[in-house]
């Protein structure tokens, strides 16, 4: 419940930054001047996928190290991650602050208020700031493994809040945007160092360093750490792609109809995947130990809260839905009554496999897992692409409820054969009062 209650901050705090800060920056520098900002700072955000993985996987390994009481080998994996992480962002840093130096991002970028010079300081100190966001997933991989989720993720929503709070009032006083830069860009620093102390305070035995990594550390951290990419690319092909393809079949009006549509929907997930990350430590603790019970009562708590938190959302959404689309959007636009059933139903089904996806991910074993999930996603714009001459916008609606369908039946078959449990078992629990379910006693 406290790493429920921390994860929970994160869209909170991502609310309050933009309530806050959004309309700080268009009041002291003005749609165009905020404008040119944001472009430059969507730039170097690509850089985030330098981790490769590696943090999210080392995480996990390092927790169920720790729950058989394997301290050092636990400590091997973290230094090598540090070490590993380190060199690819310093790295990679330099190359991209060379090309910043070198290539006529200006000109390409179409900015016109803010000079060369300060382009170029801007996205270089943004690199900078999202390389030193890196560190953080060696940072959160201590804590977590330790028994310290909680802690490590209020710690997280209280440095991206200072952040953003010391950039906001850098606008209020007037400061150029290469010092807005530079000041986000040293909160981050104070942040980071400050969660290093905190973590050796609670990890003492959780050293930087370079004296206990290995490459074999990282050799056996490859295949799942790679495999953990497949998720944010399939991502990309759901979200981002699935736009591009209804824009190129229907129009940008329909892009505009479907993307509202979906944010709509989208908001239950948010609620699923704070379970989800609260449950992920637990379940490494629990594979570490060898001790599959606590595991499948994990994986049933956790299916049982996202069912009814989806429920919940569609039971909400299914009568104010249209009331809440046509005010959000000032009856400017029409909703399309089939796709937002289809994406309701979409909703139900993406939390029962996404809830349960975690099983394989906890220990380490999602590699065929993530490999489907890229490869449905995949092939989900295709058949879009096939279905929306025919059916209109609820062509992309069945694309997608079609991916979950399908992820549904190999991602729990998978869980269960990992947990030893059975699909029937699970079934009838789902529907047990939730206290009932955290006492049962199911060995039998």
Same mark, same amino acid.
């Given at each position: 419940?406290?790493?429920?209650?921390?994860?929970?901050?994160?869209?909170?705090?991502?609310?309050?930054?933009?309530?806050?800060?959004?309309?700080?920056?268009?009041?002291?520098? %003005? $749609?165009?001047?905020?404008?040119?900002?944001?472009?430059?700072?969507?730039?170097?955000?690509?850089?985030?996928?330098?981790?490769?993985?590696?943090?999210?996987?080392? %995480?996990?390994?390092?927790?169920?190290?720790?729950?058989?009481?394997?301290?050092?080998?636990?400590?091997?994996?973290?230094?090598?991650?540090?070490? *590993?992480?380190?060199?690819?962002?310093?790295?990679? %840093?330099?190359?991209?602050?060379?090309?910043?130096?070198?290539?006529?991002l200006r000109r390409w970028l179409n900015i016109s208020i803010l000079s060369s010079g300060q382009v170029t300081a801007i996205l270089c100190i943004l690199c900078v700031f999202v390389l030193l966001d890196l560190q953080w997933t060696v940072i959160a991989?201590?804590? #977590?493994?330790?028994?310290?989720?909680?802690?490590?993720?209020?710690?997280?929503?209280?440095? #991206?809040?200072? =952040?953003?709070?010391?950039?906001?009032?850098?606008?209020?006083?007037? =400061?150029?945007?290469?010092?807005? !830069?530079?000041?986000?860009?040293?909160? #981050?620093?104070?942040?980071?160092?400050?969660?290093?102390?905190?973590? &050796?305070?609670?990890?003492?035995?959780?050293?930087?360093?370079? @004296?206990?990594?290995? @490459?074999?550390? /990282?050799?056996?951290?490859?295949?799942?750490?790679?495999?953990?990419?497949?998720?944010?690319?399939?991502?990309?092909?759901?979200?981002?792609g699935m736009t591009i393809v209804v824009g190129a079949v229907l129009g940008p009006i329909a892009v505009v109809m479907f993307s509202t549509t979906r944010t709509l929907t989208r908001f239950a997930y948010q609620m699923v995947d704070t379970i989800t990350?609260?449950?992920?430590?637990?379940?490494?603790?629990?594979?570490?130990?060898?001790?599959?019970?606590? !595991?499948?009562? *994990?994986? #049933?708590?956790?299916?049982? +809260?996202?069912?009814?938190?989806?429920? +919940?959302?569609?039971?909400?959404?299914?009568?104010?839905?249209?009331?809440?689309?046509?005010?959000?959007?000032?009856?400017?636009?029409?909703?399309?009554?089939?796709?937002?059933?289809? *994406?309701? /139903?979409? =909703?139900?089904?993406?939390?029962?496999?996404?809830?349960?996806?975690?099983?394989?991910?906890?220990?380490?074993?999602?590699?065929?897992?993530?490999? /489907?999930?890229?490869?449905?996603?995949?092939?989900?714009?295709?058949?879009?692409?096939?279905?929306?001459? &025919?059916?209109?916008? $609820?062509?992309?609606?069945?694309?997608?409820?079609l991916v979950d369908l399908w992820m549904i039946s190999y991602v729990f078959k998978r869980s269960l054969s990992l947990l030893h449990d059975s699909f029937g078992e699970i079934t009838r629990a789902l529907f047990r009062s939730p206290l009932r379910l955290?006492?049962?006693?199911?060995?039998?």
């Amino acid at each position: 419940m406290r790493g429920v209650g921390a994860t929970s901050l994160g869209p909170l705090s991502t609310a309050l930054i933009q309530l806050v800060s959004i309309p700080i920056f268009l009041h002291f520098w %003005g $749609p165009k001047l905020y404008g040119e900002w944001l472009l430059l700072s969507a730039v170097p955000i690509y850089l985030g996928l330098t981790d490769f993985g590696f943090g999210s996987a080392a %995480g996990t390994d390092m927790t169920m190290q720790v729950a058989r009481g394997e301290t050092k080998a636990a400590l091997e994996v973290f230094q090598s991650t540090w070490v *590993l992480n380190t060199v690819a962002s310093a790295t990679i %840093g330099l190359c991209v602050v060379a090309a910043v130096w070198a290539l006529p991002l200006r000109r390409w970028l179409n900015i016109s208020i803010l000079s060369s010079g300060q382009v170029t300081a801007i996205l270089c100190i943004l690199c900078v700031f999202v390389l030193l966001d890196l560190q953080w997933t060696v940072i959160a991989a201590g804590f #977590r493994c330790d028994g310290n989720y909680a802690l490590g993720a209020l710690l997280v929503n209280i440095v #991206r809040l200072g =952040v953003s709070a010391v950039g906001t009032l850098a606008v209020v006083f007037h =400061v150029s945007p290469p010092w807005v !830069a530079l000041t986000l860009l040293a909160g #981050r620093f104070l942040g980071n160092h400050a969660c290093r102390l905190v973590l &050796r305070r609670k990890s003492p035995w959780l050293r930087y360093g370079y @004296s206990h990594a290995h @490459s074999r550390v /990282i050799r056996r951290l490859f295949n799942p750490a790679i495999a953990y990419m497949a998720f944010p690319a399939g991502n990309s092909f759901s979200l981002q792609g699935m736009t591009i393809v209804v824009g190129a079949v229907l129009g940008p009006i329909a892009v505009v109809m479907f993307s509202t549509t979906r944010t709509l929907t989208r908001f239950a997930y948010q609620m699923v995947d704070t379970i989800t990350n609260s449950v992920w430590p637990e379940l490494s603790a629990a594979f570490g130990a060898g001790d599959r019970l606590l !595991a499948k009562k *994990l994986h #049933r708590c956790a299916c049982q +809260a996202s069912l009814g938190l989806s429920l +919940a959302a569609i039971l909400i959404l299914m009568p104010f839905g249209n009331g809440i689309y046509d005010q959000w959007t000032h009856h400017k636009l029409l909703m399309d009554h089939r796709l937002f059933q289809l *994406l309701l /139903i979409e =909703v139900l089904a993406n939390s029962l496999w996404f809830t349960s996806s975690i099983v394989p991910v906890a220990c380490n074993c999602h590699a065929r897992v993530a490999a /489907i999930f890229l490869l449905t996603t995949a092939l989900s714009l295709p058949v879009a692409y096939l279905l929306m001459p &025919r059916y209109g916008l $609820p062509g992309a609606g069945i694309s997608l409820l079609l991916v979950d369908l399908w992820m549904i039946s190999y991602v729990f078959k998978r869980s269960l054969s990992l947990l030893h449990d059975s699909f029937g078992e699970i079934t009838r629990a789902l529907f047990r009062s939730p206290l009932r379910l955290g006492n049962l006693d199911i060995g039998k």
